[in-house]
T-cell receptor, first 112, second 113 residues
Framework: DTAVSQTPKYLVTQMGNDKSIKCEQN?????MYWYKQDSKKFLKIMFSYNNKELIINETVPNRFSPKSPDKAHLNLHINSLELGDSAVYFCASTSMGDYEQYFGPGTRLTVT | GENVEQHPSTLSVQEGDSAVIKCTYS??????FPWYKQELGKRPQLIIDIRSNVGEKKDQRIAVTLNKTAKHFSLHITETQPEDSAVYFCAASSGQGAQKLVFGQGTRLTINP
């Protein structure tokens, strides 16, 4: 009965590689987000999609490309990984007009 | 854009005492202020939130107060217990369409038995 799920939970890769993180929610929400939590625990929004349409796009390197195949799924693809990309990436969801955001369990990305 | 400042960064209290965490925000259009609790290795979880048309909200041992004029809001935890130990984040958003939450830097709360 996981509400917001992410895969994988851990991801260790080398610099220069390309990787993807997947997120799925079964709450019937129409809005999904990607957040990055750095080593100092700071949480910062990266992207948001509403019904497969990009609505929030913060200052994020072009190497990061989100994709939403449908309103229940939001993926994050990262090209040419760098050491500074190491972080925990959280997916979250809500319904447009609602307030509470539900977070996924996070994906810990380590770039070596 | 919105900027949220949170203090203190670390807080240690004796079990049974109260803990207070304070946040200030910069955007007067912000109208939604949630507090999230994040235990080690876990996801952030909403513990209480307040909207700009309310000055105070309470849920058992947790309360949040909002001063719109001064643009600050606070989290109060009474009768603290060891399981309250975690990192707490405040956030603010303007609620215009999608909720773009801007988070504070976090407060690591430790409850000493």
């Amino acid at each position: 009965d996981t509400a917001v799920s992410q895969t994988p939970k851990y991801l260790v890769t080398q610099m220069g590689n390309d990787k993807s993180i997947k997120c799925e929610q079964n709450l019937g929400h129409d809005t999904m987000y990607w957040y990055k939590q750095d080593s100092k625990k700071f949480l910062k929004i990266m992207f948001s999609y509403n019904n497969k349409e990009l609505i929030i796009n913060e200052t994020v390197p072009n190497r990061f490309s989100p994709k939403s195949p449908d309103k229940a799924h939001l993926n994050l693809h990262i090209n040419s990984l760098e050491l500074g990309d190491s972080a925990v990436y959280f997916c979250a969801s809500t319904s447009m007009g609602d307030y509470e955001q539900y977070f996924g369990p996070g994906t810990r990305l380590t770039v070596t | 854009g919105e900027n949220v400042e949170q203090h203190p960064s670390t807080l240690s209290v004796q079990e049974g005492d109260s803990a207070v965490i304070k946040c200030t925000y910069s955007d007067s259009a912000s109208n939604y202020f949630p507090w999230y609790k994040q235990e080690l290795g876990k996801r952030p979880q909403l513990i209480i939130d307040i909207r700009s048309n309310v000055g105070e909200k309470k849920d058992q041992r947790i309360a949040v107060t909002l001063n719109k004029t001064a643009k600050h809001f606070s989290l109060h935890i009474t009768e603290t217990q060891p399981e309250d130990s975690a990192v707490y984040f405040c956030a603010a958003s303007s609620g215009q369409g999608a909720q773009k939450l801007v988070f504070g830097q976090g407060t690591r709360l430790t409850i000493n038995p």
